[in-house]
T-cell receptor
C-alpha cells in the first residue's frame, strides 16, 4: 500500500511534555497538509508545504507548534509544552497539486493528560 | 470568508433505501467541492469531487453528488444504502483561486444504516 502513513497512531502524554508526529506522504506528491480534528468537528487546516517550503500556517498553529519537511518528503509536526486542549486527531494529507484530491493518512490521536 | 454547512448531525436510513447527506456552502468565488468519509479511528477517505463540468458527479462505492450553483448545495446521494455505509461523512470546499488548496470542512454527518 503506497498511501499516506502517519506515526505514531496513538500518543498519550502528560501536560507540559513535547511530542512529535511523523507523516510520510504518497511518493512524488509535492504538496503536504496538516489538519487537526477535535471530537465532533470536521478537520481544521493547520499548515501546508509545497516541497520543503512551508507556505501557509493557520492561526490555530500557536508558537508551541512547529512543522518541518526537510527534504520535501516526510514531514514532522512537533508540539512543545503540550496542553490538554491539544488533545485531538492530527491528520496529514498529500496531493500532487492544488487542483488534485488530497489523500489523508490514518491520523495520530493525541491525548494530553 | 468561505464556509460549509452540514445541517444534519445524523441521518438514519434503512438498508436498501436511498441515502442523502446534505451540504451547503458559502464562498465568494468558484468552489471546488469534495466529499470524504471517515470510519471509526481512521483517516478520511475520498469519495468524490466537483471541479467543473457536469453538475452530477459519480464517485466511489456507488455514491454521487449534484452541484447546484443556485442553491449553493452539493448533496451526497446513494440510491440504495448498505449497512457498511454507516460512517461519518464530511463535505469540504476550497476556493478555485486559493493557490494553496487548503480545504474547509463541515462538521460532519453521522450516517446510520440499519439492517
Amino acid at each position: 500500500d503506497t498511501g499516506v502513513s502517519q506515526d505514531p497512531r496513538h500518543k498519550i502524554t502528560k501536560r507540559g511534555q513535547n511530542v512529535t508526529f511523523r507523516c510520510d506522504p504518497i511518493s512524488e506528491h509535492n504538496r503536504l497538509y496538516w489538519y487537526r480534528q477535535t471530537l465532533g468537528q470536521g478537520p481544521e487546516f493547520l499548515t501546508y508545504f509545497q516541497n520543503e517550503a512551508q507556505l501557509e500556517k493557520s492561526r490555530l498553529l500557536s508558537d508551541r507548534f512547529s512543522a518541518e519537511r526537510p527534504k520535501g518528503s516526510f514531514s514532522t509536526l512537533e508540539i512543545q509544552r503540550t496542553e490538554q486542549g491539544d488533545s485531538a486527531m492530527y491528520l496529514c494529507a498529500s496531493s500532487p497539486g492544488t487542483q488534485e484530491t488530497q489523500y489523508f493518512g490514518p491520523g495520530t490521536r493525541l491525548l494530553v493528560l | 470568508a468561505q464556509s460549509v454547512a452540514q445541517p444534519e448531525d445524523q441521518v438514519n436510513v434503512a438498508e436498501g433505501n436511498p441515502l442523502t447527506v446534505k451540504c451547503t456552502y458559502s464562498v465568494s468565488g468558484n468552489p471546488y467541492l469534495f466529499w470524504y468519509v471517515q470510519y471509526p479511528n481512521r483517516g478520511l477517505q475520498f469519495l468524490l469531487k466537483y471541479i467543473t463540468g457536469d453538475n452530477l458527479v459519480k464517485g466511489s462505492y456507488g455514491f454521487e453528488a449534484e452541484f447546484n450553483k443556485s442553491q449553493t448545495s452539493f448533496h451526497l446521494k446513494k440510491p440504495s444504502a448498505l449497512v457498511s455505509d454507516s460512517a461519518l461523512y464530511f463535505c469540504a470546499v476550497r476556493l478555485f483561486t486559493d493557490s494553496w488548496g487548503k480545504l474547509q470542512f463541515g462538521a460532519g454527518t453521522q450516517v446510520v444504516v440499519t439492517p
